[in-house]
């Protein structure tokens, strides 16, 4: 019995994926307008040379992220990824934790602005991540970050981390 559920779950989260990719597409268009001339923050979250990565449901699953999002009016950028920092991955974050690192950047394929800031923790934090936005999370060590499928404000990240890498060996 409990293999024939697992089985259903299966084939429940393949039939929803599915359906999520085919509304992906369909709304695809309406996406771009909404991101459009856009301001975007993302965190940069390291900790024992590991950054935390996520999937969500925008871009069909396909690519590994930096958590963060759209800023809101009238929020400054430590604002907004706080803010998009605790609904996505449900960790507080104080504005203390936060460090500038890229900054106003552009996404020309998707015509929005963007910044980086590292989020600055001791230890691995406790993540309990929002099921409506985050498919999959993992911390992928610095080394490895070139071997996966990475957004280009990842990319951007990763290079500059392996380069501020080479500069302090």
């Known amino acids: 019995k409990n293999w024939f559920s697992a089985i259903i779950v299966s084939r429940m989260i393949h039939v929803l994926r599915i359906l999520g990719a085919a509304a992906y597409v369909c709304g695809y268009p309406f996406i771009l307008l909404w991101l459009l001339g856009s301001k975007r923050v993302y965190a940069a979250i390291v900790v024992n040379d590991e950054l935390l990565v996520t999937k969500n449901w925008l871009d069909l699953h396909l690519q590994w992220r930096l958590p963060?999002?759209?800023?809101?009016?009238?929020?400054?950028?430590?604002?907004?990824?706080?803010?998009?920092?605790?609904?996505?991955?449900?960790?507080r974050v104080s504005g203390q934790q936060v460090?500038?690192?890229?900054?106003?950047?552009?996404?020309?394929?998707?015509?929005?602005?963007?910044?980086?800031?590292?989020?600055?923790?001791a230890e691995k934090p406790l993540l309990q991540p929002n099921k409506f936005e985050i498919i999959e999370l993992c911390w992928i060590p610095l080394s490895d970050l070139y071997r996966h499928h990475l957004s280009p404000e990842l990319r951007d990240c990763a290079s500059i981390l392996a380069e501020q890498k080479s500069v302090v060996q």
């Open 99 to 121: 460090t500038p690192f890229v900054q106003a950047a552009q996404n020309t394929k998707k015509n929005y602005s963007y910044s980086i800031y590292f989020i600055q923790f």
């Open 68 to 91: 963060g999002g759209g800023k809101q009016s009238g929020e400054t950028d430590t604002q907004a990824l706080t803010r998009e920092i605790n609904e996505e991955l449900g960790i």
